[in-house]
């Protein structure tokens, strides 16, 4: 359990370390479709978009879809931190 919350993690430091602006979310949608090569987690793909599938999905079953956004609105001039190093 505690490989996978730190596999996790670094997951997600890895995307907050990735610029990923509107529009210029390519870099991170890479990252989650290694990962999801990296873990045999079948997925498809148009432009930015990815989405996959449960290695239980069954076709025709009542079907849960889970959606997030990876793109971030550009950080402002102001911070006192650097918005892309995971803290």
């Not at 793909?45 to 990815?50: G, L, P, Q, V, Y």
């Not at 290695?55 to 892309?84: C, E, R």
């Amino acid at each position: 359990m505690m490989r996978l919350m730190k596999e996790y993690i670094d997951l997600l430091k890895q995307l907050i370390a990735t610029p990923s602006i509107s529009k210029e979310e390519a870099e991170a949608a890479e990252i989650i479709r290694d990962f999801l090569k990296e873990k045999e987690i079948p997925f498809k793909t148009a432009e930015n978009n990815t989405w996959a599938y449960s290695k239980n999905y069954t076709k025709g079953k009542p079907t849960i879809m889970l959606n997030s956004h990876i793109d971030t609105v550009k950080p402002a001039k102001d911070y006192t931190n650097d918005p892309f190093t995971p803290i």
